[in-house]
T-cell receptor
Framework: GAVVSQHPSRVICKSGTSVKIECRSL??????MFWYRQFPKQSLMLMAT?????????EQGVEKDKFLINHASLTLSTLTVTSAHPEDSSFYIC????????????FGPGTRLTVT | LAKTTQPISMDSYEGQEVNITCSHN???????ITWYQQFPSQGPRFIIQ???TKVTNEVASLFIPADRKSSTLSLPRVSLSDTAVYYC?????????????????FGGGTRLMVKP
């Protein structure tokens, strides 16, 4: 149980285009999902917290107009990287907090974004 | 916030027991300690979680002293496939929409290299 999926697993796009990444909790409901970014050989950095039915909360330094987050249901959150640039190339990972739990967080497999 | 400190890297050999210690001097009363494993280009994988004393599951043990200011992840008889980065997270989700919980803050992790 507690499986989180991401789609796509890797994507290559041209500079200036937008890319949408989906995060799904497959066998549990997630009232809260989290988006992280990880650059090579670095740790995960929290970008934003996505709450079902409400606006996302962004970490300091993360542009909310560039990284659009939608959490339309208890099992799906999407991250859209708008007007992507090469510096947005990174590994994007989502995680989901199990509804009713204060401690359980499950991670997706990640999405490798390359902007050319 | 309970900051965590781990060794940057460790080397071991197949069949040995590996102990990775994490310091978290400012741990709060409600904080749990969770360890994740991450392979390159994959999302973190939950290993074990505990609050105090000792916790054991099929893959690892977690030792937490009485003062809870540190914790030690113990991996019995490691194999080459255990080569990965191991993260110690301390904290608790403080409620829906609140991302201040330190559980979401990844430290640098420990890069474990298992040699034949």
């Amino acid at each position: 149980g507690a499986v989180v999926s991401q789609h796509p697993s890797r994507v290559i796009c041209k500079s200036g285009t937008s890319v949408k990444i989906e995060c799904r909790s497959l066998d549990f409901q997630a009232t809260t999902m989290f988006w992280y970014r990880q650059f090579p050989k670095q740790s995960l950095m929290l970008m934003a917290t996505s709450n079902e039915g409400s606006k996302a909360t962004y970490e300091q330094g993360v542009e909310k107009d560039k990284f659009l987050i939608n959490h339309a249901s208890l099992t799906l959150s999407t991250l859209t990287v708008t007007s992507a640039h090469p510096e947005d190339s990174s590994f994007y990972i989502c995680s989901a907090r199990k509804a009713g739990s204060s401690y359980e967080q499950y991670f997706g497999p990640g999405t490798r974004l390359t902007v050319t | 916030l309970a900051k965590t400190t781990q060794p940057i890297s460790m080397d071991s050999y197949e069949g040995q027991e590996v102990n990775i210690t994490c310091s978290h001097n400012n741990i709060a009363t409600n904080d749990y300690i969770t360890w994740y494993q991450q392979f390159p280009s994959q999302g973190p994988r939950f290993i074990i979680q505990g609050y105090k004393t000792k916790v054991t599951n099929e893959v690892a043990s977690l030792f937490i002293p009485a003062d809870r200011k540190s914790s030690t992840l113990s991996l019995p008889r490691v194999s080459l496939s255990d080569t990965a980065v191991y993260y110690c997270l301390v904290g608790v989700f403080l409620g829906v929409g609140n991302n201040a919980g330190n559980m979401l803050t990844f430290g640098g992790g420990t890069r474990l290299m298992v040699k034949p």
